[in-house]
C-alpha cells in the first residue's frame, strides 16, 4: 500500500442488472481513518456498490483501488478485505476466537500468529473474556461484535459494512453505534459503510454519500450535509419535514430550518391545524403561507401556546432555497 493512497477508490463505477441501472457513474474516495456512510433508501444501489467493492459483483465499467492498488480484476479472497455483512453467519461449531482466527489461518497464518491477531481483535470489540464461548452462547449484539472482529483480524486498510446493526433492537443498536464510533476512531483503516438509516449515518461517519436511483447525489461532511440538503429530495430524505415549493420559482423548493423559526411576539397568527403529543413534548402543524408548517414543541412551548392560533416568525433570511428534484 502507498503511503498516502486513499482507503478506497471508486473511478467511475457502473452495473446493471438487465434493464435496471443499479449503479450509474459512481466515483467516490475513502482516506485512511476515515468513515464514509452510503446512505439511500431502498434499491438505490449501496449494496451493489459494496458487493463491486467486496469484489461479489463484477462492475460493467469503472474501477476499484484499496491502498491504491487496482483490485477491478480480482476475486474477493484476493482482496483481502474485512467484511461485515447484515447477515453475520458465524460458524456455530467454533469458538469466538477461533471464528476470528479463521480469516488469518486461511491467509496462511501459523496457529499462534491467527490466535493472536484474533486476541488482538477481540480485544477491540471488547470481548476478549468470551473468546472461549461458542456464538450460540453469546447475545445477538455480542455475535455482531464477533463478526465485526473478523474483519479487523484481516487488518485490512478497508473495512466494509453493510447495514451492520439492522438485525439488533433498538438498545443495541444505539449501545453498538457508540461503540462503533469509538472502534472506527481507533482504526487506521477507511470504512464503507451501508446504511439506510440517516441517524446511523450521522452518528457514525465522517462523510456520507447520499445515493437516489444508482447515482450519488450529495457528498459531504456528516453535519454539514444534515445542515444543508442540496435538493428538496435530499432534505426529505434527511428527515427535513418543512419543505415547500417555491411559490414564485418553479422548480425551486424552500427549506424551513426549524431552528431557525422564532415563536411568540412580533410574530405571525398562524392557524393551527392539528396538535399531536410527543416523546419530547408536542408536534404542532400550523396553516403557513408556504405551506402546512410542521414544528417540534418543548413542554414549556407547548404551554405557552396553547389554543388555537400560535405566532411565529421564520425570518426570510434562514430560508434555505434549492432545486425541487422531487418528482421522478
Ligand atoms: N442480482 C441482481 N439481479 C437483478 N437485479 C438486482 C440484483 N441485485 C440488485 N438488483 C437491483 O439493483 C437495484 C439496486 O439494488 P441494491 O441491492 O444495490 O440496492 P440497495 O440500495 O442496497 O437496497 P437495499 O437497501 O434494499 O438493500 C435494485 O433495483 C435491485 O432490485
Redesign the pocket.
Known amino acids: 500500500m502507498t503511503a498516502a493512497a486513499p482507503a478506497l477508490s471508486l473511478r467511475g463505477l457502473s452495473k446493471a ?2 434493464a ?1 441501472q ?2 450509474g457513474d459512481v466515483s467516490l474516495e475513502v482516506q485512511a481513518g476515515e468513515t464514509l456512510a452510503l446512505l ?10 459494496l458487493r463491486s467493492v467486496a469484489g461479489l459483483e463484477r462492475p460493467d465499467a469503472g474501477q476499484v483501488l484499496v491502498g491504491g492498488r487496482d483490485v477491478t480484476a480480482l476475486p474477493p479472497e484476493a482482496r483481502h478485505l474485512g467484511l461485515v455483512f447484515q447477515d453475520y453467519a458465524l460458524f456455530p461449531h467454533l469458538s469466538v476466537l477461533d471464528n476470528v482466527a479463521y480469516g488469518p489461518r486461511r491467509r496462511g497464518s501459523s496457529r499462534p500468529d491467527a490466535a493472536q491477531q484474533a486476541r488482538e481483535a477481540l480485544a477491540l470489540v471488547g470481548l476478549s473474556e468470551h473468546e472461549r464461548r461458542l456464538p450460540a452462547q453469546l447475545s445477538g449484539g455480542q455475535q455482531q461484535r464477533v463478526a465485526l472482529a473478523r474483519a479487523l483480524a484481516t487488518r485490512s486498510p478497508l473495512l466494509l459494512l453493510d ?1 451492520p446493526l439492522s438485525n439488533l433492537d433498538e438498545k443495541l443498536r444505539s449501545e453498538l453505534r457508540h461503540d462503533l464510533r469509538g472502534l472506527f476512531g481507533q482504526l487506521g483503516a477507511g470504512v464503507l459503510l ?1 446504511t ?1 438509516d440517516q441517524r446511523e449515518a450521522l452518528a457514525l461517519a465522517h462523510r456520507v454519500a447520499v ?1 437516489r436511483a ?1 447515482h450519488v447525489v450529495q457528498e459531504g461532511a456528516a453535519a454539514d450535509l444534515f445542515a444543508r440538503p442540496a435538493t428538496a429530495w435530499v432534505a426529505e430524505f434527511l428527515g427535513w419535514t418543512n419543505v415547500f415549493a417555491h411559490p414564485q420559482v418553479s422548480g425551486q423548493a424552500l427549506l424551513v430550518p426549524e431552528s431557525a423559526v422564532q415563536l411568540g411576539a412580533g410574530g405571525e397568527l398562524l392557524r393551527v391545524l392539528s396538535r399531536q403529543r410527543s416523546e419530547t413534548g408536542e408536534t404542532v402543524t400550523l396553516a403557513h403561507p408556504l405551506g402546512p408548517l410542521t414544528l417540534s414543541l418543548s413542554p414549556r412551548e407547548a404551554a405557552a401556546a396553547s389554543g388555537d392560533e400560535l405566532r411565529l416568525t421564520v425570518p426570510s433570511a434562514a430560508l434555505l432555497q434549492v432545486p425541487d428534484d422531487r418528482e421522478g
Open positions: 442488472f438487465g435496471v443499479a449503479v439511500g433508501p431502498s434499491g438505490c444501489g449501496k449494496s451493489t456498490v447495514e451501508v439506510h445515493m444508482g
